[in-house]
């Protein structure tokens, strides 16, 4: 069973909707998780971090947290063009040392 | 957060080669990591180069393999030996803020003929 998964996508919206991007993990006593975006030949960058269960905001971007389902998601409100890349998300583990576990990550085609 | 420079961005070698990639962070940290990104996969995490003591590494890779250094604070390298073209791949550099959330360098594209 994998440990952090997405579905691969491609997600495609057209320009100005909202995009959701889902995750769900294995491990339940997981306390962070991140969204990373990834534009093709580059590296990931952070997006978003949460911590809490609910919803954080930051821009167009609200990360939604539900720990009881194992469930983190992305939503990307008037979504741009320049919003297509593979989004990646990430788990620290409560293994041994702070250890990321990431997703295969989400391709977003936002399409004009 | 931490400003990142890896090096090589990419390079061709030879198979049976050894290619050494260099991590330097503008500031003091106390893990850094090394993941590897296989065409169209995700991120696997080799090991975690700790300062002062052997890298961690993880299931599937070996320190012969993969060779770490981490000199001091700022600086760490991965050496990827006696390559295949099974080691083409992206290794990318990161390092944790206090937030606990990863940044990245920018990536060594490796490709091995």
């Known amino acids: 069973q994998k440990e952090v998964e997405q579905n691969s996508g491609p997600l495609s919206v057209p320009e100005g909707a909202i995009a959701s991007l889902n995750c769900t993990y294995s491990d339940r006593g997981s306390q962070s998780f991140f969204w990373y975006r990834q534009y093709s030949g580059k590296s990931p960058e952070l997006i978003m971090f949460?911590?809490?269960?609910g919803d954080k905001e930051d821009g167009r971007f609200t990360a939604q947290l539900n720990k009881a389902s194992q469930y983190v998601s992305l939503l990307i409100r008037d979504s741009q063009p320049s919003d297509s890349a593979t989004y990646l998300c990430a788990v620290l583990s409560t293994g041994g040392g702070n250890k990321l576990t990431f997703g295969t990550g989400t391709q977003l085609k936002v399409e004009l | 957060s931490a400003v990142i420079s890896q090096k090589p961005s990419r390079d061709i070698c030879q198979r049976g080669t050894s290619l050494t990639i260099q991590c330097q962070v503008d500031s003091q940290v106390t893990m850094m990591f090394w993941y590897r990104q296989q065409p169209g996969q995700s991120l696997t995490l080799i090991a975690t180069a700790n300062q002062g003591s052997e890298a961690t590494y993880e299931s599937g890779f070996v320190i012969d393999k993969f060779p770490i250094s981490r000199p001091n604070l700022t600086f760490s390298t991965l050496t990827v030996s006696n390559m295949s073209p099974e080691d083409s791949s992206i290794y990318l550099c990161?390092?944790?803020?206090?937030?606990?959330?990863?940044?990245f360098g920018q990536g060594t594209r490796l490709t091995v003929v």
């Open positions: 949460i911590y809490s269960n």
């Open positions: 990161s390092v944790e803020s206090s937030n606990t959330e990863a940044f």
